[in-house]
């Protein structure tokens, strides 16, 4: 179960630091103060995908923080220059068998336990080309092509793919409406959830 998020930069999301209780959570709030937007973040700190697609294949600028992007660009090359905006989205899991697998301490809290996390930074391997961006244009727009997505537990260890300890469905009440948008969820969790056997038997 989660009993924590941390979010640093994402969308509407200056710093969220959520405490959850054992049970049932209910979000409640107004249109637009961030529901959807927090429930996004968790699905993709758990799966790395967003809509069904992979993090890097969905990444774009906004996802950043705007006022975030905004302060980078107002101090650039200037002596309050700041580091360029980054995302960090943390997942800290009960204590239980289960996810022992993905216990450590390599989160913000330094707290020895299961989790998972995804953050989103410049790549060192695009130094160059970043700070040539930064140098030729007046930018505005910050360019992910630069960015990189790393995902990782609290042990430190690259995760490539769903932890089989990981399950969650997350399910957009804009698009179940439809028949298509109901074919897509089911089709996503069928993929995600179960394996070769049980999809061909669900078949």
């Known amino acids: ?25 209910i979000i409640v709030g107004d249109n637009e103060s961030g529901k959807s937007t927090l429930l996004e973040a968790i699905s993709l700190a758990l799966t790395c995908k967003v809509n069904g697609n992979w993090a890097s294949e969905e ?3 906004f996802w950043f923080h705007q006022e975030h992007v905004k302060e980078f660009f107002e101090k650039l090359n200037t002596e309050r220059e700041i ?13 239980d068998g289960d996810t022992q697998r993905l216990r450590g301490v390599h989160n913000t809290q330094d707290e020895d336990c299961p989790g ?15 700070k040539e961006y930064l140098i030729n244009s007046a930018p ?10 790393e995902w990782r537990d609290f042990a430190d260890n690259v995760i490539n793919r769903r932890p089989k300890e990981l399950v969650a469905a997350y399910i957009d009440a804009r698009t179940i ?4 948008g109901a074919d897509f969820h089911t089709r996503e969790m069928n993929s995600d959830y179960l394996d070769t056997k049980e999809r061909a038997a669900i078949s």
């Open 59 to 61: 990444l774009n600028p």
């Open 140 to 149: 505005t727009i910050l360019p992910v092509e630069f960015y990189k997505i």
């Open 1 to 25: 179960m989660i009993k924590r998020i941390i979010i640093d930069g994402y969308r509407k999301f200056d710093r969220l630091d959520l405490e959850l209780i054992a049970g049932l959570n």
């Open 116 to 130: 998972v996390l995804i953050r989103i930074s410049p790549s060192d391997e695009f130094f160059d080309e970043f």
């Open 83 to 95: 580091a360029p905006p980054e995302i960090l989205i943390e997942i800290y899991l009960s204590d």
């Open 177 to 180: 409406r439809s028949t298509s």
